[in-house]
């Protein structure tokens, strides 16, 4: 991706501060976490990526990148004065623990306000200035991304793994206090919580970098309408994405295409399992493979919820919890480019049961899914070749 390799090249060479030696970041070593029992000592390592979700070095390597960002627009009137490895700290405190604002408050030592502003502020600024860093490659970027997959099963062409989860959000919804009389009903207001959810569908390449996520869709939605729905469908369709010649097996044209789970339509571009095998089949042989290969979006999606704000309702309001979850995302990937596994997780379970009750029951076969199940077909009969040959040679 023309985006990480840009950034990865910019590791070594990102300017620093002249003072970023003494702006560390600033906690009292004396209060611990009443959510972990430890203190989020710097140089304790341990601590530090639980309280930040990274190494020291990709915390510094942030504060070099973000700096300029962070300390600009302060609140009208209301300079922060607030070094930006403070600013950065207590963002990335929120997003990686999910703390309140109010114990986030005590912990740094700022007032609540400045909680708020600083962990917004990082939300907004990764969102809107770094983007690039979650970006589909260009056509003459994804060989390395398929001869990857191909690696793993040997079916040619696939460009990446599809797969949504729904993160809860926590509304606020203003309600009438009723009296014990049951008098001027509706003369006090009152917050009250409900949940709601929001959908993140992403697409990740076989090492669970994030290419593509599309968020924002309340959780009532299905798999499939979401798809159809976002913007990667429509490139995709539109021919903007994954436009390369198709590759041949027999005969087949096989396209460049996406491997998901049945809650998506099957498409020629968006390879699915087939439902109940029969036994011993080719079938169940391309099944058996295309669950590895889906099995990297699987660990995105759970790595995704090691951030503590998605671990939980997000208690922000929507716009402010999407912007969460592409913050995690954009996050994700540059722990990855850092080599920084800290947040990665090793869970490849393969059902994301948020996802499974939202399923789109009601797509209608028409010819674009036969001609799906046609390529569909002459992969799985790539597969059933590769394992006799594997077989035949031991």
């Not at 007032?111 to 979650?134: D, G, H």
């Not at 490659?137 to 060989?143: M, V």
């Not at 010649?245 to 087949?252: E, I, S």
């Not at 491997?259 to 036994?279: K, Q, R, S």
Request: a neutral charge; one cysteine or more; glycine letters at 6%.
């Amino acid at each position: 991706m023309a985006a990480i390799a840009v950034a990865s090249k910019s590791v070594s060479g990102t300017p620093k501060s002249p003072n970023s030696k003494r702006k560390r970041l600033q906690l009292e070593p004396e209060q611990t976490s009443v959510e972990t029992g430890l203190t989020p000592n710097p140089l304790n390592t341990a601590s530090f990526q639980l309280f930040f979700r990274m190494n020291a070095s990709t915390f510094e390597w942030l504060v070099g990148m973000l700096e300029p960002l962070l300390e600009c627009r302060d609140p009208v009137g209301s300079p922060l004065n607030l070094a930006a490895p403070s600013r950065l700290g207590i963002g990335l405190f929120r997003l990686a623990t999910g703390s309140s604002y109010k114990h986030i408050s005590a912990r740094f030592g700022v007032p609540e306000s400045t909680a708020r502003f600083c962990s917004k502020q990082l939300c907004r600024v990764l969102c809107t200035n770094f983007r690039f860093w979650v970006a589909f490659p260009a056509p003459s970027e994804l060989n390395p991304v398929m001869v990857d997959f191909e690696a793993i099963g040997g079916l040619p062409h696939c460009c990446g793994a599809i797969d949504s989860t729904r993160f809860k959000l926590l509304t606020k919804s203003n309600s009438p206090i009723r009296s014990s009389a049951d008098k001027d009903v509706g003369s006090e207001i009152e917050e009250e919580e409900e949940e709601d959810s929001v959908v993140a569908q992403i697409v990740v390449d076989s090492w669970s970098r994030i290419l593509s996520i599309i968020t924002g869709f309340h959780g009532d939605k299905g798999d499939a309408r979401v798809l159809r729905s976002s913007t990667l469908y429509k490139d995709v369709e539109e021919g903007k994405l994954m436009n390369l010649p198709p590759r041949y097996l027999k005969g087949v044209p096989i396209p460049q295409y996406l491997v998901g789970d049945n809650g998506y339509p099957l498409l020629p571009w968006l390879m699915i399992p087939y439902t109940e095998p029969v036994a011993s089949s080719c079938e169940e042989d391309f099944n058996a493979i295309h669950e590895l290969m889906r099995r990297p979006a699987l660990r995105t999606l759970a790595s995704l919820r090691n951030w503590g704000i998605l671990a939980r309702p997000i208690d922000e309001e929507f716009k402010m919890g999407v912007a969460c979850i592409g913050a995690c995302a954009i996050l994700h990937n540059v722990l990855l480019m850092r080599e920084d596994y800290t947040s990665l997780s090793d869970d490849y379970s393969l059902h994301d049961q948020s996802s499974q009750y939202y399923r789109d029951a009601s797509i209608e076969e028409c010819f674009i899914e036969r001609k799906a199940s046609v390529v569909r077909r002459a992969l799985a009969g790539r597969v059933r070749e590769a394992r006799n040959s594997s077989q035949s040679a031991s």
